[in-house]
C-alpha cells in the first residue's frame, strides 16, 4: 500500500540554521512526491514537486527536496531559515489511481528559535 | 491571482444543527477535494469529485455528511445533524484533474465548532 512517513512530528532550528525535513515513502513505481506548507489559520500551499528527471528540486521560498530513490526518501532542505518559516510541512505522494488523490504524511511542525 | 474560495471561515453551532460549507474552485479546474483536519487524525480525504461526478467519498461518515457539486462553480459539504465530534477546520482543494502528478490548490479552511 501506498503511504508516507513524517518521522519528525516536531522540529525546532534557530534562525538562519539550516533545515532538513524527513521524508519516506512507500510506492511500486516512480511517485509524484510533494512538498506543501501549511502557515497558521491557512491552507496548504504547495512548496515543489518532483515528478522525473533531475533528483534535486527547486521550489519556492529557498526550498529544495533531493528525491533518493534506494532510500525511497523525498526530503526537504534550506540552507537558512527565517523566523517566516515556521509552520507546518507535509509531504505527499500522488496516489497511483491516476485521479489527482494525494496521500499525505502527518506533518512536521517546525518552530524557529531567534 | 486565482485561489480556491471557501465560505464561511469560521462556524460555530450547536449539536444537531445542519451545517453547510462551500467552496469555489479555481475556474477551470475541473477535480475538487474535500479534507478534514484535527490534531489528532491529521489531513484525512473526505471525498473527491472530477468533472462534478463524485469519485470516491469512502472517508465521509455517510450517515450525517453529504458533498455534492450543483455546477463547476460550487462545492458543497453539509453535516446534519452536526456533532461535536465534527469539530475540526475543512478543507476544499481543486485541480486540473491531470492525473497523479496534479498539484492541489488548497483554500484557506472553514473552521467548524460544534458545541
Known amino acids: 500500500a501506498q503511504s508516507v512517513t513524517q518521522p519528525d512530528i516536531h522540529i525546532t532550528v534557530s534562525e538562519g540554521a539550516s533545515l532538513e525535513l524527513r521524508c519516506n515513502y512507500s510506492y511500486g513505481a516512480t511517485p509524484y512526491l510533494f512538498w506543501y506548507v501549511q502557515s497558521p489559520g491557512q491552507g496548504l500551499q504547495l512548496l515543489l514537486k518532483y515528478f522525473s528527471g533531475d533528483t534535486l528540486v527547486q521550489g519556492i521560498k529557498g526550498f529544495e527536496a533531493e528525491f533518493k530513490r534506494s532510500q525511497s526518501s523525498f526530503n526537504l532542505r534550506k540552507p537558512s531559515v527565517h523566523w517566516s518559516d515556521a509552520a507546518e510541512y507535509f509531504c505527499a505522494v500522488g496516489a497511483r489511481s491516476n485521479t489527482g488523490k494525494l496521500i499525505f504524511g502527518q506533518g512536521t511542525t517546525l518552530q524557529v528559535k531567534p | ?115
Open chain 2, 1 to 115: 491571482d486565482a485561489r480556491v474560495t471557501q465560505t464561511p471561515r469560521d462556524k460555530v453551532t450547536e449539536m444537531g444543527q445542519e451545517v453547510t460549507m462551500r467552496c469555489q474552485p479555481i475556474l477551470g479546474h475541473n477535480t475538487v477535494f474535500w479534507y478534514r483536519q484535527t490534531m489528532m487524525q491529521g489531513l484525512e480525504l473526505l471525498a473527491y469529485f472530477r468533472n462534478r461526478a463524485p469519485l470516491d467519498d469512502s472517508g465521509m461518515p455517510k450517515d450525517r455528511f453529504s458533498a455534492e457539486m450543483p455546477d463547476a462553480t460550487l462545492a458543497t459539504l453539509k453535516i446534519q445533524p452536526s456533532e461535536p465530534r465534527d469539530s475540526a477546520v475543512y478543507f476544499c482543494a481543486s485541480g486540473l484533474g491531470q492525473g497523479a502528478g496534479d498539484t492541489q490548490y488548497f483554500g484557506p479552511g472553514t473552521r467548524l465548532t460544534v458545541l
